[in-house]
Nanobody, 124 residues
Framework: QVRLVESGGGLVQAGGSLRLSCAAS????????MGWFRQAPGKEREFIAG????????YYTDSVKGRFTISRDNGKNTVYLQMNSLKPEDTAVYYC?????????????????WGQGTQVTVSS
């Protein structure tokens, strides 16, 4: 099983940017599709971005498309989420997730490992 540790969260003003990182260890990272999910207070966890094992395919939900970019460096066993033009509604705990041999559309039911989460707070 792969172990995931997120970093990079914090407090930012609306319109600002943050980059989240998720470092993996354990099983071969390059065999995992990776996804970013988020959970706002009182809401269910939602999938927002995913990337295939090779990095050739990505997927974004409409709420973040054009503002967020997911990428990966298999040499560093790390996946990133660059978040630009942040809005107060982006405030949530962000989780990375690993789906063994999965696709860029990462389903929560297929996730093998979750990170511990990192808080992102966007002030208006």
């Amino acid at each position: 099983q792969v172990r995931l540790v997120e970093s990079g969260g914090g407090l930012v003003q609306a319109g600002g940017s943050l980059r989240l990182s998720c470092a993996a260890s354990g099983r071969t990272f390059s065999r995992y599709a990776m996804g970013w999910f988020r959970q706002a207070p009182g809401k269910e966890r939602e999938f927002i971005a995913g990337i295939s094992w090779s990095g050739d395919n990505t997927y974004y939900t409409d709420s973040v498309k054009g503002r967020f970019t997911i990428s990966r460096d298999n040499g560093k066993n790390t996946v990133y989420l660059q978040m630009n033009s942040l809005k107060p509604e982006d405030t949530a705990v962000y989780y990375c997730a690993a789906d063994y041999l999965g696709s860029a559309v990462v389903l929560a039911t297929g996730v093998e490992s979750w990170g511990q989460g990192t808080q992102v707070t966007v002030s208006s």
